[in-house]
């Protein structure tokens, strides 16, 4: 298949556990956070968002936390499954950037029977 | 309700072509962005459009063109072709500039010989 990135760091996991996926962003005037997650031969497909105002968010079996003070962003996901292996992005939206995301290089996560 | 359609899948051109790349939003969304992703840089803003009109840009030559149609459909153009053009190259469509997630389509992979 298609390699979305060669040296990725890599998060492997055992079925079951949760899993912590982190990402430091570069912007203190970011606005608005996204965590993706890229299969391989597919695109980016968004999992949860959150606004600079909020610092938690929670999805279905997902959370995703926001630290502004060291520009910190975390993704969290419950229980997790070989279905969750993938690649996963943060990208942020520089206030009044509009939807010109600045996306962090990712991270592999590997979930092991 | 259908994703973001991207045509072709897949594109081989020599250094020197130009080529262009078709993409479909999602029904009722009228912000297109276009992204390209390579293992070396990773993902990479390249412009907006929105209401027919380009309102942001990325960090790319001015080979690389696009527009949009009055029904948000959009295409990019990349003209003079290079090697190190070969990448990936993502749509996303959202229904508003900012603060609301782009959904990705599953990309145009080009490459450039």
């Known amino acids: 298949g298609e390699s979305v990135g060669l040296h990725l760091p890599t998060l492997s996991v055992q079925e079951g556990d949760n899993s912590i996926i982190n990402c430091a962003y570069s912007n203190s005037a970011s606005d608005y956070f996204i965590w993706y997650k890229q299969e391989s031969g597919k695109g980016p497909q968004f999992i949860i968002d959150?606004?600079?105002?909020?610092d938690k968010r929670q999805g279905q079996r997902v959370t995703v936390l926001l630290n502004k003070t060291v520009k910190h962003l975390s993704l969290q996901i419950a229980a997790t499954q070989p279905g969750d292996s993938a690649v996963y992005f943060c990208?942020?939206?520089?206030?009044?950037?509009?939807?010109?995301?600045?996306f962090g290089a990712g991270t592999r996560l590997a979930v092991h029977p | 309700k259908a994703g973001v359609t991207q045509t072709p899948r897949y594109l081989i051109k020599t250094r020197g072509q130009q080529v262009t790349l078709s993409c479909s939003p999602i029904s009722g969304h009228r912000s297109v962005s276009w992204y390209q992703q390579t293992p070396g840089q990773g993902l990479q803003f390249l412009f907006e459009y929105f209401s027919e009109t380009q309102r942001n840009k990325g960090n790319f030559p001015g080979r690389f063109s696009g527009r949009q149609f009055s029904n948000s459909r959009s295409e990019m153009n990349v003209s003079t072709l290079e090697l190190g053009d070969s990448a990936l190259y993502l749509c996303a469509s959202s229904l508003a500039r900012g603060g609301s997630p782009l959904h990705f389509g599953n990309g145009t992979r080009l490459t450039v010989t």
């Open positions: 990208a942020e939206t520089p206030s009044g950037g509009y939807n010109k995301l600045i």
């Open positions: 959150i606004r600079s105002n909020m």
